[in-house]
């Protein structure tokens, strides 16, 4: 498979301030140094706790967050400096899927104002194939037709979710991040949702990239798991070797409460040293040391 994406040294640090007046201030190191590549086709799952910089690494992805440093390499071309209408032309090959899809949605629109909105910078299509594209979209979510005139108010949370993958897919994109996807939904409804981006993957040839801190979820869609921690990533392989042989202390903290349905933070002893890097355990299982 080609390399869809590689990030190379991110860095992403927020300067918190503390105190009555502001002048008690940290740092902090949300995205430290992560280096990750998504080859085309693959489902990757980005597994920790909240806090970890799972969101922060997603929205530095798709561009929403400006870096400190570091490069965000896209299909061979280093997008890091792209900006205005070539970064617009860029973005349309990857999208994000948010956790709750009631506040995504604008409640002020109908189902087919909200995905035709995301195909407002495509001036190629006319409104009529704009309009056979929203329909296109809203059978592949497994949605009526008769849907597209109410709002997003009249719909169940899968529905709703279903009509935010269907805009999210609107511009065909490459690459759809997923941010907790599911999380809000029941185990029913997660279920059903998976298996219809199993479908759509199939479809419309996507890569996912599933960020969640639920890893009986990842474990059902993803072929490989990188495990974030206090902004690095701490172990990066396929999904089965993360369940059968998880090496980090933290990714074995995590397995652990997922079993247990323990509550977070989980691991707040674990430190990591900032000079250790990933290391080749073979069988494509990498690991802080």
């Known amino acids: 498979m080609s390399t869809l994406l590689e990030l190379k040294n991110i860095k992403k640090y927020f300067r918190v301030s503390h105190g009555i007046f502001g002048l008690d201030a940290e740092v902090v190191r949300a995205v430290d140094g992560v280096d990750l590549m998504i080859s085309s086709g693959e489902n990757l799952g980005l597994v920790g706790e909240s806090g970890s910089g799972k969101t922060t690494l997603g929205r530095i992805i798709l561009k929403l967050l400006p870096i400190d440093s570091g490069n965000i390499i896209w299909e061979g071309q280093d997008i890091t400096p792209v900006r205005g209408r070539?970064?617009?032309?860029?973005?349309?090959?990857?999208?994000?899927?948010?956790q709750d899809p009631y506040s995504s949605l604008d409640p002020r629109f109908t189902v087919r104002k909200i995905i035709q909105e995301a195909m407002i910078y495509d001036e190629k299509k006319t409104k009529?194939?704009?309009?056979?594209?929203?329909?296109?979209?809203?059978?592949?979510?497994q949605l009526p037709e008769d849907i597209l005139n109410r709002f997003p108010h009249e719909f169940s949370g899968g529905e709703r979710q279903r009509i935010a993958i269907a805009r999210a897919l609107a511009m065909n994109p490459k690459l759809l991040i997923l941010d907790e996807a599911v999380s809000s939904l029941d185990v029913l409804i997660q279920g059903e949702i998976i298996d219809l981006l199993k479908e759509l993957q199939s479809k419309f040839s996507l890569t996912y990239l599933f960020i969640s801190h639920n890893l009986r979820v990842v474990?059902?869609?993803?072929?490989?798991?990188?495990?974030?921690?206090?902004?690095?990533?701490?172990?990066?392989?396929?999904?089965?070797?993360?369940?059968s042989q998880p090496l980090h202390p933290y990714t074995q903290?995590?397995?652990?409460?997922?079993?247990?349905?323990?509550?977070?933070?989980?691991?707040?002893?674990?430190?990591?040293?900032?000079?250790?890097?990933?290391?080749?355990?073979?069988?494509?299982?990498?690991?802080r040391e």
């Open 86 to 98: 070539r970064l617009r032309l860029i973005r349309r090959n990857f999208q994000m899927v948010f």
């Open 128 to 141: 009529a194939q704009k309009e056979d594209r929203v329909r296109e979209l809203i059978e592949a979510v």
């Open 219 to 243: 474990k059902k869609i993803c072929s490989r798991l990188a495990v974030m921690y206090k902004g690095k990533i701490v172990e990066l392989a396929p999904t089965r070797e993360i369940f």
């Open 253 to 287: 903290s995590l397995l652990a409460a997922a079993i247990q349905y323990k509550a977070f933070p989980i691991s707040p002893e674990i430190t990591i040293n900032d000079d250790s890097k990933l290391m080749d355990r073979g069988n494509g299982h990498w690991v």
